[in-house]
């Protein structure tokens, strides 16, 4: 087996020391906005095939040397498009990687593993793999002792689903055990109180959201939950349900068909189908509170990013066509509103307009997956584009 050094040195000790000395939630904030730079040319397919081997031969391998080859291996997935030399050891990588989540791993460990087989997934798709994923990941976030692990679970089980082969019933079923996590503070998983798991549960509700049909049926419980958790005392938790409020009332506005009133003169329209929230009045007071919240027990950086949010969702469940961060401001060149202002730079001369509520949950499914890896994977990875598949705006 071959062993970490020479000039794979610099990679590895890169990858290790951000990927090890971090917890799951400090990588994306490490990596977020920028591409990840190769570190040694023409080296990182050989180095990603060694750390596979370590990863599938555990016969000698101990803690530590597994989490370094978890590291590595999961930063030179983000930092590349692997898909042919994942894709060759899929059948052995995948039951390697769950007996890192199986065995007594370190929480560290466990955490590496659960990001590596989203990882996996994301670069090579399976129509087969959820269902050999799908128990150990309950499992996973229903007994963990440590709530990060319990997090990673519930985020990996929600790209298991996406790109792992289930089906439109197993991710309805899904979507009703994260809004009972969410609607008990975590007391079903035992994460009493724990916004980093509550936060877990909404976000991945949110990007399973997006890929279902209709919500119709399950929107009122749903709602309930959010609802119930802008009271929450985390802002994170506050911002994962309300931009689930808002995308609720955005999926429940759908086209105007070729055979309803007024599509001669409006192709483009939209026509809302059914009632999010009875008490609606109600829900956009409590809005526009947190959008102007100023308690000072909340840290100035969180206040601003509820500030932002909150204005961004209390306008999106007034007007659920708009999307995000519209600015209905006149542009005095085209007489016509700005639109969305939510711009993400793809690459040097061109960038995306996540103009719907849908796609930034998408966005941010990705960016949690792929953290500082989303560009080069957006360029390489049909798969990711597909997930976000809108075209590339040049300056």
Not at 52 to 60: G, T
Not at 245 to 255: D, H, N
Not at 356 to 366: P, S
Request: net charge negative; with cysteine.
């Amino acid at each position: 087996m071959a062993q970490i050094g020479g000039e794979d040195s610099t990679l590895l000790c890169f990858a290790y020391n951000i990927l090890t000395n971090l917890s799951t939630n400090s990588i994306d904030d490490m990596l977020a906005g920028e591409s990840i730079e190769e570190d040694v040319e023409g080296t990182w397919q050989d180095v990603l095939g060694d750390r596979m081997e370590e990863i599938i031969d555990r016969k000698r391998s101990s803690e530590q040397g597994r989490e370094k080859a978890l590291a590595a291996y999961n930063y030179l997935l983000m930092a590349h498009y692997a898909y042919e030399e994942v894709e060759n050891k899929l059948s052995e990588l995948v039951p390697a990687l769950l007996k890192s989540v199986k065995s007594d791993s370190s929480e560290k460990e466990a955490s590496l593993a659960l990001r590596a087989i989203a990882l996996t997934l994301i670069t090579a798709p399976s129509d087969s793999l959820y269902e050999m994923l799908e128990q150990t990941l309950k499992r996973i976030y229903t007994v963990s002792e440590h709530n990060t692990v319990k997090a990673a679970a519930i985020y990996t089980l929600a790209a298991a689903a996406t790109y792992g082969g289930a089906g439109d019933s197993e991710c309805e079923a899904i979507m009703d055990s994260f809004i009972e996590i969410i609607e008990s503070d975590g007391n079903s998983i035992e994460a009493e109180d724990s916004g980093e798991v509550v936060t877990a549960a909404a976000e991945a509700w949110g990007f399973l959201a997006t890929y279902a049909e209709d919500i119709s049926e399950s929107t009122e419980i749903a709602m309930e939950a959010f609802v119930e958790q802008l009271e929450s005392s985390d802002p994170s938790v506050q911002i994962a349900v309300g931009e689930n409020i808002a995308l609720c009332y955005e999926k429940s506005y759908t086209p105007i068909e070729s055979d309803e009133d007024g599509y001669a003169n409006g192709k483009d329209a939209y026509v809302k189908r059914y009632e999010v929230y009875r008490q609606q009045d109600q829900l956009e007071h409590r809005l526009s509170e947190i959008s102007k919240e100023s308690a000072r027990h909340i840290a100035k950086k969180d206040r601003k990013s509820l500030h932002q949010a909150f204005a961004d969702i209390l306008h999106g469940v007034e007007k659920p066509t708009l999307g995000p961060r519209y600015s209905e401001a006149i542009d005095q060149e085209t007489d016509k509103p700005y639109g969305s202002r939510l711009k993400i730079r793809i690459h040097k001369s061109g960038s995306v307009t996540i103009d719907k509520w849908w796609k930034l949950h998408r966005l941010q499914g990705l960016r949690r997956i792929l953290g500082g890896g989303f560009v080069r994977h957006y360029m390489d990875n049909e798969v990711v584009f597909e997930t976000l598949p809108i075209m590339i705006e040049g300056h």
